[in-house]
């Protein structure tokens, strides 16, 4: 959740949010804390009733509209059918990207003066 922040910025968070509480931010985290863990029962208790009223087990990932679809409403025949139009495209595309990485590299190793194919090519350009 924190990934994008570094010790200065969540420094400056815990610092502000000191000065908005004061004395109280024991108990706001753990109010929020209680909150996120009421949240989760809530969530969890949601998917045990539905799975119980629809008869088949469902996860809370199940839940997104997507997922619902592939799994409760096509069968792989159907999924295959659905993927098949777009796999050539998928696949040209893969091909190309591939093509375009691997010429790249060999742009950058020749452009870099380090390698000895570059070394050597450099020295024939110099010479007479």
Same mark, same amino acid.
Do not use: C
């Given at each position: 959740?924190?990934?994008?922040?570094?010790?200065?910025?969540?420094?400056? &968070? +815990?610092?502000?949010?000191?000065?908005?509480?004061?004395?109280?931010?024991? $108990?706001?985290?753990? #109010?929020? *804390? /209680?909150?996120?863990?009421?949240?989760?029962?809530?969530?969890?208790?949601?998917?045990?009733?539905?799975?119980?009223?629809?008869?088949?087990?469902?996860?809370?990932?199940?839940?997104?509209?997507?997922?619902?679809?592939?799994?409760? &409403? +096509?069968?792989?025949?159907?999924?295959?059918?659905?993927?098949?139009?777009? $796999?050539?495209?998928? #696949?040209? *595309? /893969?091909?190309?990207?591939?093509?375009?990485?691997?010429?790249?590299?060999?742009?950058?190793?020749?452009?870099?003066?380090?390698?000895?194919?570059?070394?050597?090519?450099?020295?024939?350009?110099?010479?007479?």
């Amino acid at each position: 959740m924190f990934e994008n922040l570094n010790v200065w910025e969540v420094g400056a &968070l +815990l610092l502000l949010a000191l000065l908005i509480f004061g004395d109280r931010l024991p $108990q706001v985290i753990s #109010d929020g *804390l /209680r909150m996120v863990r009421n949240l989760r029962n809530m969530a969890r208790n949601a998917t045990t009733d539905l799975s119980k009223e629809l008869g088949t087990d469902i996860q809370l990932e199940d839940l997104h509209p997507k997922a619902f679809i592939r799994k409760h &409403l +096509l069968s792989e025949e159907d999924e295959q059918a659905i993927r098949k139009p777009l $796999q050539g495209v998928y #696949d040209n *595309l /893969r091909a190309d990207v591939t093509g375009v990485h691997n010429d790249l590299k060999d742009v950058a190793t020749s452009a870099d003066p380090r390698t000895p194919a570059a070394t050597s090519s450099a020295a024939r350009a110099t010479a007479p």
